[in-house]
């Protein structure tokens, strides 16, 4: 019989919140993320606002959108904003050089896309161009859009239908600079930053801004130490790092299926995904060495799995299936994050809509809602709650000589003192019994929900749009103080206790 896990689930500190930020999502110029996903033809026939296609929209209210990042990704650092401002049969017509070659019209600028996060009730979180523009063209964008002076600058936003300053704080500067942003080494770049950081104005109306520093790809723990040596903790507020999950694990050449994958890829993808709990703990070190009081956050503002793009797709538009193992991938890192609350404090999926690892998948007027978008639905409640501290630890799941952890978790306490419990079991045979011990919570009842499927490269379609889909879950039950949980194979459960 499967031996029962021993959980504490401790007090924590009442200061130390998971922030909202963790649960940040991206949309690029990339594919139909933005084109034919948010913003679509005005003869489509869905519900729109504008361009804005609002079943999307409304999809995405329900699990909170912390922030919105855009235009890029790659893309931002030939993002020039000008061109997508004003009247719009007058924008020039562009190439997307980095994603397809696509024909960009431009007809989605920075007013569609501030639109668009008003919509969403969600912050937007824009990446600066470092790599094919100007310190001034940054300079120019933000008082365009922050200023309240009378300047000809905020004249012309007024002109274009938006009257008072946006005040957009949070703003990265420059993305990927060692790579698709200019190939710069650390040392050129923190030069460079630091020259965009100090014309990175506020002004007086707008709240401070937020700059967020270009960080490293994976485990470049140089381009991460240069960075917090290089730049006064002062000019910047946050530093990124971007760490995606391929099934093989393999840049050049497949990255492995989306779909009818096998068990062994499942793992192997698992495994790689894992690998996030110490690419942060190192670079959190870092950042300590640097920043002992933790002023400086760390942004994991691109994450997910990356697979091979869906057979007779544009290999250019990364667009790609997602199954339960998505699913399982997006709750193991999630709680990866909601434990590293105290330097982890924001992180965006990569990306929202049609690209990568989606939340929302469209064909024409169809829409689906990815297991991915159900497990963001199911963590929406550790938003700025208070982190507990898990003590536990897990069994193993087993494929040939290797071995991963079984089961991963995270657990918070919101402000009416409800307590959530997210965990995922990612073995696809064995369920887990879990007894849990409560320190300093009361609470008189607990209930749940859980995603799960018979198979883990379960996905669902346009035909099948509910294959995966979230239900209540039973197998939880409160014994004296304790909770006492069994959790089925291959499943992302989160608990209620009140
Ligand atoms: O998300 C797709 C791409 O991945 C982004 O444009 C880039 O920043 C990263 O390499």
Same mark, same amino acid.
């Given at each position: 019989?499967?031996?029962?896990?021993?959980?504490?689930?401790?007090?924590?500190?009442?200061?130390?919140?998971?922030?909202?930020?963790?649960?940040?999502?991206?949309?690029?110029?990339?594919?139909?993320?933005?084109?034919?996903?948010?913003?679509?033809?005005?003869?489509?026939?869905?519900?729109?606002?504008?361009?804005?296609?609002?079943?999307?929209?409304?999809?995405?209210?329900?699990?909170?959108?912390?922030?919105?990042?855009?235009?890029?990704?790659?893309?931002?650092?030939?993002?020039?904003?000008?061109?997508?401002?004003?009247?719009?049969?007058?924008?020039?017509?562009?190439?997307?050089?980095?994603?397809?070659?696509?024909?960009?019209?431009?007809?989605?600028?920075?007013?569609?896309?501030?639109?668009?996060?008003?919509?969403?009730?969600?912050?937007?979180?824009?990446?600066?161009?470092?790599?094919?523009?100007?310190?001034?063209?940054?300079?120019?964008?933000?008082?365009?859009?922050?200023?309240?002076?009378?300047?000809?600058?905020?004249?012309?936003?007024?002109?274009?239908?938006?009257?008072?300053?946006?005040?957009?704080?949070?703003?990265?500067?420059?993305?990927?600079?060692?790579?698709?942003?200019?190939?710069?080494?650390?040392?050129?770049?923190?030069?460079?930053?630091?020259?965009?950081?100090?014309?990175?104005?506020?002004?007086?109306?707008?709240?401070?801004?937020?700059?967020?520093?270009?960080?490293?790809?994976?485990?470049?723990?140089?381009?991460?130490?240069?960075?917090?040596?290089?730049?006064?903790?002062?000019?910047?507020?946050?530093?990124?790092?971007?760490?995606?999950?391929?099934?093989?694990?393999?840049?050049?050449?497949?990255?492995?299926?989306?779909?009818?994958?096998?068990?062994?890829?499942?793992?192997?993808?698992?495994?790689?995904?894992?690998?996030?709990?110490?690419?942060?703990?190192?670079?959190?070190?870092?950042?300590?060495?640097?920043?002992?009081?933790?002023?400086?956050?760390?942004?994991?503002?691109?994450?997910?799995?990356?697979?091979?793009?869906?057979?007779?797709?544009?290999?250019?538009?990364?667009?790609?299936?997602?199954?339960?193992?998505?699913?399982?991938?997006?709750?193991?890192?999630?709680?990866?994050?909601?434990?590293?609350?105290?330097?982890? %404090? &924001?992180?965006? *999926? @990569?990306?929202?809509?049609?690209?990568?690892?989606?939340? /929302? !998948?469209?064909? +024409?007027?169809?829409?689906?809602?990815?297991?991915?978008?159900?497990?963001?639905?199911?963590?929406?409640?550790?938003?700025?709650?208070?982190?507990?501290?898990?003590?536990?630890?897990?069994?193993?799941?087993?494929?040939?000589?290797?071995?991963?952890?079984?089961?991963?978790?995270?657990?918070?306490?919101?402000?009416?003192?409800?307590?959530?419990?997210?965990?995922?079991?990612?073995?696809?045979?064995?369920?887990?019994?879990?007894?849990?011990?409560?320190?300093?919570?009361?609470?008189?009842?607990?209930?749940?929900?859980?995603?799960?499927?018979?198979?883990?490269?379960?996905?669902?379609?346009?035909?099948?749009?509910?294959?995966?889909?979230?239900?209540?879950?039973?197998?939880?039950?409160? %014994? &004296?103080?304790? *909770? @006492?949980?069994?959790?089925?194979?291959?499943?992302?459960? /989160? !608990?209620?206790? +009140?």
């Amino acid at each position: 019989a499967a031996q029962t896990v021993q959980m504490t689930v401790q007090p924590g500190d009442p200061k130390l919140q998971i922030s909202k930020h963790i649960y940040g999502h991206f949309a690029e110029h990339l594919g139909r993320c933005v084109y034919d996903g948010f913003w679509v033809d005005e003869k489509l026939n869905v519900p729109k606002q504008g361009r804005i296609r609002m079943d999307i929209v409304e999809a995405l209210r329900k699990i909170k959108v912390a922030n919105l990042r855009w235009p890029g990704g790659c893309y931002a650092d030939a993002y020039h904003w000008r061109d997508g401002v004003g009247p719009t049969a007058q924008r020039p017509r562009t190439i997307n050089t980095w994603w397809g070659d696509a024909t960009e019209d431009n007809s989605f600028g920075t007013h569609e896309f501030l639109e668009l996060c008003k919509l969403l009730g969600t912050e937007p979180y824009l990446a600066a161009n470092v790599g094919s523009g100007t310190v001034q063209e940054m300079a120019t964008w933000m008082e365009y859009l922050n200023s309240n002076a009378d300047t000809p600058l905020t004249q012309q936003r007024k002109q274009n239908g938006h009257p008072e300053p946006y005040g957009v704080t949070m703003w990265g500067i420059g993305n990927e600079s060692w790579g698709c942003g200019g190939n710069m080494t650390a040392d050129y770049y923190t030069d460079v930053y630091k020259r965009y950081a100090t014309f990175a104005h506020n002004y007086p109306g707008s709240p401070p801004l937020k700059r967020i520093v270009s960080g490293a790809n994976g485990d470049d723990a140089n381009w991460t130490e240069t960075c917090m040596k290089n730049i006064p903790l002062n000019m910047m507020w946050g530093l990124t790092l971007h760490q995606y999950t391929l099934p093989t694990g393999n840049w050049n050449g497949s990255k492995g299926k989306a779909t009818g994958f096998s068990e062994q890829e499942y793992f192997n993808t698992m495994r790689n995904c894992l690998k996030m709990e110490d690419i942060v703990t190192r670079h959190s070190a870092i950042m300590d060495k640097y920043d002992p009081q933790k002023k400086v956050a760390l942004l994991v503002d691109e994450w997910g799995v990356w697979t091979d793009v869906e057979p007779g797709t544009n290999p250019g538009f990364l667009y790609q299936q997602n199954s339960l193992r998505d699913a399982l991938v997006a709750g193991t890192t999630l709680n990866i994050f909601n434990n590293h609350a105290e330097r982890v %404090r &924001g992180a965006n *999926l @990569a990306q929202a809509v049609n690209v990568l690892q989606a939340l /929302v !998948l469209t064909d +024409k007027e169809r829409m689906l809602l990815t297991p991915t978008y159900h497990v963001f639905d199911l963590y929406q409640v550790h938003q700025d709650a208070q982190l507990l501290p898990l003590q536990f630890s897990s069994p193993e799941y087993v494929m040939g000589n290797e071995k991963i952890p079984a089961l991963n978790a995270s657990a918070s306490k919101d402000k009416n003192g409800v307590v959530h419990i997210s965990l995922v079991n990612l073995d696809t045979k064995k369920s887990q019994k879990l007894e849990t011990a409560l320190g300093g919570v009361t609470w008189k009842s607990v209930s749940g929900r859980i995603l799960t499927s018979p198979k883990v490269n379960d996905y669902n379609t346009f035909e099948k749009p509910n294959t995966v889909k979230l239900a209540s879950f039973s197998g939880a039950k409160k %014994r &004296g103080d304790k *909770l @006492a949980v069994e959790i089925p194979p291959q499943s992302v459960v /989160v !608990l209620e206790l +009140k």
